[in-house]
């Protein structure tokens, strides 16, 4: 059984977009980690995690 990845959870709070990072990318992306894919912003911290039943509302960020 894996546990497979975990996620932060995000909602964009300029367009409403809703969006994950896995948490392997926290290196990659470093002060962008979480910012909106659409308008690069900063987004609203919801929650973290393994991929949830309502996961994939959120586009996954690669
Ligand atoms: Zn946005």
Request: with cysteine; glycine share 8%; net charge negative.
């Amino acid at each position: 059984m894996s546990w497979g990845a975990l996620y932060f959870y995000y909602k964009c709070p300029k367009c409403g977009k809703l969006f994950k990072y896995s948490i392997d990318l926290i290196p990659e992306y470093q002060d962008e980690f979480g910012n909106c894919p659409v308008c690069n912003i900063k987004g609203e911290y919801l929650k973290e995690g393994a991929a949830d039943l309502d996961d994939l509302l959120y586009e996954d960020i690669d």
